[in-house]
């Protein structure tokens, strides 16, 4: 028996999710290692489906461009760090965007009272401050981070 593949927008739309879910479920995977073998913090974790959806583990997954890390150019830093095109063929867009779209990046913290957070909107000074410390001008951080600005 053969399967015919055929391709429209219903097939491709349940890849893209499929395959985004996948990617998920694999730095899920990597926490886990994290947690219990090259770290080691958490050796003894057995942890349910269920707890494992309410975050019952110890440490956070954060990665740039969500609520707690909203600026996407902090990828090209991590991408940069650890050669990431180079290493395994994944690559950012001019708008940080990455290619291919099913691609994961973020950050491993291992305290115990690490938790998600959202930025929430922030003010003028906030992001002079921030522009000065990147030293990048004030207007590139307001376009960057536009969608968080109280102004």
Request: net charge positive; charged share 25%.
């Amino acid at each position: 028996m053969s399967i015919k593949y055929r391709q429209d927008e219903y097939q491709t739309l349940l890849l893209k999710i499929l395959s985004h879910r996948l990617a998920e479920a694999y730095a899920e995977f990597i926490h886990l290692l994290v947690r219990k073998e090259y770290w080691g913090y958490a050796k003894d974790e057995e942890l349910k489906p269920a707890d494992i959806l309410n975050r019952k583990y110890v440490g956070i997954r954060p990665a740039p461009g969500y609520s707690g890390c909203p600026d996407h150019r902090a990828k090209k830093k991590i991408f940069n760090l650890l050669n990431v095109q180079k290493e395994i063929s994944i690559s950012l867009t001019e708008n940080y965007a990455m290619t291919p779209p099913a691609s994961i990046c973020g950050y491993y913290f291992a305290n115990s009272q690490a938790r998600y957070f959202n930025v929430g909107k922030i003010s003028k000074d906030q992001i002079e401050d921030y522009s000065k410390r990147r030293k990048d001008p004030i207007n590139i951080t307001e376009k960057w981070l536009a969608h968080i600005l109280n102004y």
